[in-house]
């Protein structure tokens, strides 16, 4: 029969191996869902991961967009990858971008039509305090009365849709839009934009603050105190309390950041290639960004290149529904996999499959 049996150390092969594996799994389980839909499930792997970068037809469109794409998710998932090696589950990011989206882009729009350059900057302050001011919530209610964050989060989310739909319909409204929901658009007035770096790039301000938070968050848990008592309240949070590792400290410091780094992403995306504020505004960032942090071993480098790939998936996936007519829920289901298959491969990283004989009653 077969049985698991415990390892005495965590396996070093397994812990880089399994996000490989997940995507193999992934692809090959994917293809057989495409297949069931009648694609080829070939074609269908190939659009998704080879034609948005190596395509004539589409990889001059679909390059700059990687970047696009790949930015916000990057930028949450930092953030939430610090609150996890802590041991603090912040699921909430999603709403904490949703107001970081809300507050920058009502800074932008109180000086409509204003085109001075301190604007921009003050929308990205805006957003920081947007989404920290949001993740302080599950954190004063943790750290005062022991609250569970997970749920507390997750919860603040529908809130922040709600909110999202009221200003979109009522504070923020375009006055100019004949009635209908939604802001002015701050990325065709110059005051408000978040214009390329680099024309053709899709390098944005928000792409060059995810490279920027991929630094700091690299130099922070390696070479930093602050970022040795995060990891280990995470991996030893007894061993924490006797080396002065102050609990609430670390809660403020990772749920913090989190929401900071949401509510940046999410003014970022409202500048820029969303443009305005509307009722379908939030499109799963926050969710995927935790998909994002834990294939990236919630390592900063790892972060990265996980973003890239998922945000590869969001590219081909679009160009799987349009070529092939794939339901765009087969193309989010593809991605959940992602995840699933990461979380049951792990299991290789404490534990050793063993064979045995059946013992005799």
């Known amino acids: 029969m077969i049985r698991l049996e415990k390892r005495a150390q965590p396996s070093q092969f397994w812990t880089l191996a399994t996000p490989f594996l997940a995507v193999l799994l992934t692809m090959i389980v994917g293809g057989i869902m495409f297949a069931a839909l009648g694609s080829d499930p070939f074609e269908a792997i190939r659009i998704i991961f080879w034609d948005p970068l190596f395509s004539e037809q589409f990889a001059a469109y679909s390059r700059p967009q990687l970047l696009v794409k790949a930015g916000p998710l990057i930028l949450i998932a930092i953030g939430l990858s610090l609150g996890f090696k802590a041991g603090i589950w912040n699921i909430g990011a999603e709403g904490q971008y949703i107001i970081g989206a ?15 350059f301190i604007i921009f900057p003050l929308m990205v302050l805006a957003g920081a305090l947007g989404g920290w001011a949001w993740a302080m919530i599950p954190a004063v209610l943790k750290t005062r009365f022991g609250t569970n964050e997970i749920l507390v989060s997750l919860m603040l ?15 923020l409204k375009n006055p100019d839009g004949m009635g209908f929901p939604g802001s002015r658009n701050l990325a065709q007035h110059a005051g408000t934009a978040n214009l390329e770096i680099i024309s053709g790039t899709g390098m944005h301000w928000g792409v060059l603050t995810a490279f920027l ?3 700091f968050a690299y130099v922070l848990l ?32 990772c749920l913090g950041l989190a929401g900071a780094l949401a509510g940046m992403a999410g003014m ?26 834990f294939l990236g071993r919630l390592h900063p480098i790892g972060i990265l290149f996980a973003g890239l790939l998922m945000a590869l998936t969001y590219i081909g996936g679009e160009l799987a529904s349009l070529m092939l007519g794939i339901p765009s829920a087969a193309i989010q289901l593809f991605q959940g996999m992602l995840l699933f298959f990461l979380l049951a491969t792990d299991v290789f990283i404490n534990f050793r499959i063993r064979m045995s004989k059946r013992e005799a009653v």
């Open 102 to 116: 809300i507050c920058g882009a009502g800074m932008g729009l109180a000086f409509y039509p204003s085109e001075s």
């Open 222 to 253: 390696s070479r930093h105190m602050l970022g040795f008592q995060i990891r280990l309240a995470g991996e030893a949070p007894r061993a924490a309390r006797f080396a002065g590792v102050n609990p609430k400290r670390i809660v403020f410091l």
């Open 268 to 293: 970022f995306e409202v500048a820029g290639p969303a443009g305005q504020i509307t009722i379908d505004f939030n499109s799963g960032y926050g969710f995927t960004a935790i998909i994002v942090a």
């Open 157 to 171: 989310v529908y809130v922040a849709e709600a909110w999202l739909a009221s200003v979109s319909s009522g504070l």
């Open 213 to 215: 938070a991929v630094i």
